[in-house]
């Protein structure tokens, strides 16, 4: 069964209660090795993400707590002179991948009896929380940056959730949160607890179906890093139960004003230096220390992949050449074609793009 365990001190989660970090040592919390995947035990009369469901970790008799997340369309075309297919994951319920990791997450804070409790986002996943907790029956309150898009703002609070605008850059709201939860709130994190990341591999589990194949190369914006890091998982379970010969080369796209995996990746050490947590267009991957960062590191080094950074003046134009084409997302989505158009010709293909939120929360 697939397990979860402190990073640190390798202690399991524990069966009662929600820390968001490890109470022995103050390690965070990840998989406890690979995704328990067997395509033996895939229940196919299950919706959407939740035919995986075996692969969550969740007790036997947790609650399914689903809105429709999962199944997202896969466009294929040619672009660039390559042979491209897009995940439209900003068609899931609350309009952004989130919703893949918010499904199990909710389903286990419902199992273990949570009624209330605190997240912080920079908006996405602070909107899939709130839709997700009020279908849980959870009161939700949710910290964001005050420069949060309006839509995404009024998404979280027509949910019913309580919203908590914090002054200044992404890090103050995630520090607000944290004083929450010492205070004794529930803090139902995304990014520190790793409940979502199963849910969040079965992207790769839908790729491989669509195409009958694993792809050649994916292509995903990178914040905390759980979008990309969940992907590898799932194409890691893939490969070793025999499924996929080769797994996909990752990539992963930041904006140049805020890039700590890109500068570390291409310059050492010496380069998180200089790295600020300056402001951009892309919102969603405005994340100064990447919690995951480390363990996403290693994934797209082994892949073969790499790290890319995009200046702030390609992000609109590379949004709108996608909405040309029929497909509408926020400015963090767009970045993957900004950075696609600099080594299109080094990927293997077909190359997929991971497009992440919808343009709609961004007007």
């Not at 950074?309 to 970045?335: C, H, M, N, W, Y």
């Amino acid at each position: 069964m697939t397990s979860f365990h402190c990073s640190n001190c390798h202690r399991p989660y524990p069966k009662s209660g929600t820390p968001y970090r490890c109470p022995h040592c103050g390690g965070v919390y990840s998989l406890a090795g690979a995704l328990n995947f067997s395509i033996d035990q895939i229940e196919p009369d299950l919706p959407g993400i939740w035919r995986y469901r075996h692969t969550f970790g969740l007790p036997a008799d947790a609650t399914l707590i689903h809105l429709g997340e999962g199944d997202t369309p896969l466009v294929e075309g040619q672009g660039l002179g390559r042979k491209l297919a897009f995940k439209l994951e900003f068609l899931n319920p609350t309009g952004s991948f989130k919703d893949r990791a918010t499904a199990p997450l909710a389903s286990l804070l419902a199992s273990r009896s949570v009624t209330e409790a605190v997240e912080d986002s920079s908006g996405n996943a602070g909107a899939s929380f709130a839709a997700y907790a009020a279908r849980a029956g959870i009161h939700a309150r949710v910290f964001v940056p005050d420069y949060t898009s309006g839509p995404k703002r009024h998404q979280i609070e027509v949910y019913g959730a309580e919203l908590a605008p914090v002054r200044g850059p992404r890090s103050e709201a995630a520090a607000a949160v944290r004083k929450a939860a010492d205070e004794g709130a529930v803090y139902a994190s995304h990014a520190y607890l790793p409940f979502g990341l199963p849910g969040i591999a079965t992207i790769a589990y839908e790729l491989y179906e669509e195409l009958g194949e694993a792809p050649g190369a994916v292509v995903a914006p990178v914040g905390h890093g759980s979008l990309l890091l969940g992907i590898a998982y799932g194409f890691t379970a893939l490969h070793a139960t025999g499924i996929i010969k080769n797994q996909p080369r990752l990539v992963g796209v930041q904006a140049r004003a805020c890039a700590p995996l890109w500068a570390l990746s291409t310059q050492g050490a010496a380069g998180l230096a200089w790295v600020t947590e300056g402001e951009t267009l892309a919102e969603g991957v405005r994340i100064h220390q990447p919690l995951r960062g480390d363990e996403l590191l290693k994934a797209v080094e082994a892949s073969g992949g790499r790290f890319v950074a995009v200046e702030e003046e390609q992000i609109l134009p590379a949004r709108d050449s996608l909405a040309k084409a029929g497909l509408f997302v926020e400015p963090t989505s767009a970045i993957v074609w900004a950075a696609l158009q600099e080594f299109a010709t080094e990927l293997p293909e077909p190359i997929v793009l991971i497009l992440s939120g919808s343009g709609l929360k961004a007007l």
